[in-house]
């Protein structure tokens, strides 16, 4: 059985993270790294990467690295949906596939699960349904008494859901060159070949399955999704600090923590866990680093700097700063004094525009979402839900209440007078003590 990881998508609702999903970093290893060894731990070990022309030089040094696994390797010209992927590697299809997406976090309960269901041999594919309290925006599952597939319903509207069974993608089939036949007969402007062709089968009788899976699950859709994987990952990590790590007396460590190799971390700052720091990051004096933070590899969170509950990628510099509950790229400096506000005055859940539409992230606490190499001068204010595009700078003193789209520079207009200074002040007067002024 081979596992069959998609890799060639684009994270449209991802901006100002630019980053495949997958090869975002979390505890010093890729989304895509971590998968493939909840897969191993599963048993499975024959995987086939689908990966787009922008990241197949990436994903193939991760295969590279790969042992005890036999890894094969296909490229997908354009990002035309799971069914054209399908197509693209199916020179490597010689039996059962279980097809996943990355960016999806799960237990390895979904595997077993999965597999399980299969040894019954009733059915021609088999779908994990997983039951939603609240509004999803992915495809929606509707089955019968027996949990048979009656029809996909891809991303429906807010309030006209037609089941609480949301569609995770992770999917067996048993004849995956039939499902791309069937695939091949479908005539369809959205991106949904591949839920239609499964429509297709279940109207031509072919049985297919949802197993129900009640484990943990998340998915990376837009990017305040981000908290919930590093939450995730923390809980389930065991606290470590490295050997080379130099940590003074004087600092306060409390709760769990990953501290990686040559982290430095100086007087009075205190680290209050679940925490991960990476590899040769600093942490300042009087810091304060904030439980479920994430902070990547080379950075420094400099003096008097407060990072709470945020991601943070490598290379990243910080000096008396304000960072919480946000999402902050690779390469990124803030000048001192930046403040990257969390919370709206009525204490509502806090919206981000994507695209066109204002998307509520149900969140109370959000900060700032900020793409790679963005800078901040001093003084400058961030609102909350915030998006600053790549290559971008919020000036000194900015109070940023608005969008900044990629390769922009935000500046306030001088608002003071320059003229004669007349004021003379009485050196001899101030010398003891007093001090006057003449004009």
Not at 207 to 222: D, E, L, N, Q
Not at 223 to 229: E, L, M
């Amino acid at each position: 059985m081979k596992v069959v990881f998609l890799c060639g998508g684009i994270g449209k609702r991802m901006f100002p993270i630019t980053e495949d999903k997958f090869l975002l970093k979390f505890l010093g290893k890729t989304l895509l790294e971590h998968q493939i060894e909840r897969a191993k731990e599963a048993g499975l070990t024959d995987f086939v990467f689908i990966a787009s022309p922008s990241n197949i030089d990436r994903v193939g040094e991760i295969t590279k690295s790969l042992t005890g696994v036999k890894a094969e390797l296909a490229l997908q010209i354009r990002p035309m949906g799971i069914a054209d992927a399908l197509r693209s590697a199916e020179r490597f299809f010689d039996g059962e596939i279980i097809v996943l997406n990355p960016n999806d976090i799960f237990e390895r309960s979904a595997y077993s699960s999965l597999i399980e269901a299969v040894s019954d041999n009733s059915a021609i594919s088999y779908l994990l349904g997983y039951e939603v309290k609240s509004y999803f925006p992915g495809g929606y599952l509707v089955v019968n008494e027996n949990n048979e597939l009656q029809i996909i319903i891809e991303k429906p509207g807010k309030g006209v859901e037609p089941s609480n069974l949301v569609n995770v993608m992770v999917h067996l089939h048993t004849d995956p060159k039939r499902l791309i036949k069937y695939a091949d007969g479908v005539e369809s402007r959205r991106d949904d070949i591949y839920e239609c062709a499964l429509d297709a089968m279940v109207r031509d009788k072919h049985k297919i399955k949802v197993v129900p899976y009640s484990g943990f699950w998340t998915a990376i859709k837009y990017p305040w999704h981000i908290f919930n994987v590093v939450r995730r990952f923390l809980d389930e990590s065991e606290g470590y600090i490295s050997p080379s790590a130099n940590i003074s007396d004087k600092a306060v460590i409390e709760g769990k923590v990953i501290i990686s190799d040559n982290v430095r971390i100086f007087e009075n700052a205190v680290i209050r866990g679940p925490v991960y720091i990476g590899p040769n990051s600093v942490i300042g004096n009087g810091s304060l680093v904030r439980e479920y933070s994430h902070i990547g590899a080379n950075c420094v969170v400099g003096y008097s700097t407060e990072v709470k509950n945020s991601y943070i990628g490598d290379n990243c510099w910080f000096h008396m700063s304000y960072i919480g509950d946000s999402i902050i790229a690779e390469r990124c400096s803030f000048g001192a004094g930046t403040t990257l506000a969390n919370f709206r005055f009525d204490e509502g859940n806090i919206s981000v525009r994507i695209g066109d539409e204002l998307v509520d992230t149900g969140l109370d606490k959000l900060g700032a979402i900020i793409g790679n190499n963005s800078r901040t001068g001093i003084n400058a204010s961030v609102l909350p839900g915030i998006r600053i595009g790549p290559n971008s700078v919020v000036g000194p003193h900015v109070c940023l209440a608005e969008d900044l789209e990629q390769g922009k520079f935000a500046v306030v207009e001088p608002r003071y007078r320059v003229m004669s200074n007349k004021i003379r002040v009485n050196n001899q007067e101030n010398a003891r003590g007093g001090g006057s002024f003449e004009k």
